[in-house]
């Protein structure tokens, strides 16, 4: 049976999600909350379906195909946001289905958004569970992009196979690697934690946001985010731990098997960190040159929401819909470039940018001498094979995929900026969008229950890569 080892997997990851809603019950039972009773009641639900799929489905040696991997990809991450839901549904909150999915797709995700206007007052609960969600999905897509999405070549991920030679495997085993990317994970949120509680963070504040730091997340335990705090070292923090997100989890085990110079001589690490600062100098730049904030400020502001869209994590410590139409735009642009492949971070991510680029150049130099020979290459490789193809497949896919959301939302009835800029940070996975609804200083509540799952499943697709969502929706692909 096709589906057997795919329920069987799903039945796995939902057993352990059952496990990790344990943790925020015990913080409801600490602070008093009667919510704990809707973690364990979800816990026992998600546990009892995740049992009963792995009794169902067990199998010896469970195997999984290119046909089986697109559809566990797809429907784990449904099912696991699905599940995940039932405590926000069952919480004092009284949050609607809707909402509650919402906000669930929002946190495995790691998009950002949020249906919560009332942070301050929310459960100790349900906020550290907003956090280990996007904890969750950031470890999940930094494992996917790994092992997944290479052998299913969605998007041109093939540039990043383990197995192409054997001098490329930092480490011989894949338990092992993926345990070494574990730590790492852990090492970061561990070292975020304490540097947020040393430089002022409440202990329960530092765990909840070093878990969406980390993640690239940026689910926070205050409506205004880092503007709550006003404190330029808490600001740096989370911009240092930001990057460490954006960048290849991979390189960072070959760093620690002794290659050290490999996570900058990565063309994709240079690349990103000098565009951050690119980026970062021009928004400097504007806010002083129009008297908006004053250099210090200008700059420490700029490199904090320069990164924190860039990255998707999606963090505000001012709105910058008050910076003026230039700002607008800037910022929205900029929340479809991403980070790393291999990395926490979503959009289109920099190495498509770059093989697009490669691509171009040696477009022109064959319309310049037509009888020559030229190859793009990345990352001094030759970029042979299907790869550009894939790539450019995936940019005309981002494009479509972005104009029928933001149809789909205007026919909902939202206005020009709400849909348009909803679309973009759904598929992007950014968090706020822009305007007065859903940008930085707004929550997407007030939006209807359909622009809801609209958007839902714009952020499901723009995790996955559009292409692992989309092929499954031909008829094709459930061909025998």
């Known amino acids: 049976m096709i589906l057997a080892p795919v329920l069987f997997i799903i039945g796995i990851f939902l057993t352990m999600l059952s496990i990790s809603m344990t943790i925020p019950a015990f913080v409801d039972l600490y602070y008093g909350s009667d919510d704990w009773i809707a973690f364990m009641f979800s816990a026992v639900c998600t546990a009892f379906f995740g049992i009963a799929m792995i009794l169902g489905n067990h199998t010896k040696t469970p195997t999984i195909n290119r046909k089986q991997a697109f559809i566990l990809t797809a429907f784990s991450w449904i099912a696991l946001a699905g599940f995940a839901a039932l405590p926000f549904y069952f919480s004092s909150m009284e949050m609607s289905a809707a909402d509650s999915f919402f906000e669930s797709m929002s946190g495995i995700t790691t998009t950002g958004s949020t249906v919560i206007d009332n942070l301050y007052a929310t459960p100790k609960g349900i906020l550290i569970w907003r956090a280990i969600l996007q904890w969750i999905g950031g470890i999940g897509i930094i494992v996917m992009a790994i092992s997944v999405l290479p052998m299913l070549k969605v998007g ?27 730590f790492i994970y852990l090492f970061f949120t561990a070292a975020c934690m304490v540097t947020y509680k040393i430089f002022g963070m409440t202990t329960f504040d530092a765990i909840a946001h070093a878990m969406t730091t980390i993640a690239t997340g940026g689910f926070s335990t205050y409506d205004t985010s880092f503007g709550h705090y006003h404190t330029p070292e808490l600001e740096y923090t989370a911009v240092f731990f930001m990057l460490c997100g954006c960048l290849p989890f991979m390189l960072y085990l070959r760093a620690l098997t ?48 320069v990164t924190s869209i860039m990255s998707g994590t999606g963090y505000a410590n001012a709105d910058y819909m008050l910076w003026g139409p230039v700002a607008v735009g800037f910022f929205f642009f900029l929340g479809c470039i991403g980070g790393c492949a291999g990395s926490t971070t979503c959009g289109i991510k920099i190495f498509r940018f770059q093989v697009l680029y490669a691509v171009a150049v040696t477009q022109i130099r064959q319309l310049i001498a037509p009888n020559g020979v030229f190859i793009p290459r990345y990352n001094g490789k030759l970029l042979t094979g299907d790869i550009p193809t894939s790539v450019m497949s995936f940019f005309f896919i981002f494009a479509l995929t972005f104009v029928l959301l933001s149809l789909a939302l205007s026919f909902i009835g939202l206005d020009f900026i709400t849909s348009v800029s909803g679309a973009i940070t759904a598929i992007s996975n950014v968090g706020p969008g822009l305007g007065d609804i859903i940008g930085p200083a707004g929550t997407f509540k007030p939006l209807p229950d359909s622009a809801k799952w609209v958007l839902s499943f714009g952020m499901l697709m723009g995790r996955l890569e559009l292409f692992t969502v989309i092929v499954l929706l031909s008829r094709y692909f459930w061909r025998s």
């Open 156 to 182: 041109g991920m093939q540039l990043f196979r383990l197995e192409s030679s054997e001098k490329e495997k930092v480490l011989p085993r894949a338990t092992q690697m993926a345990t070494s990317i574990a």
């Open 258 to 305: 002794g290659s050290w110079r490999a996570l900058f001589k990565d063309t994709q690490v240079r690349c990103f960190l000098s565009l951050i600062t690119i980026f970062t100098f021009f928004a400097t730049f504007y806010l002083t040159m129009h008297s908006i904030l004053p250099f210090e400020e200008a700059l420490r502001r700029a490199l904090f929401n």
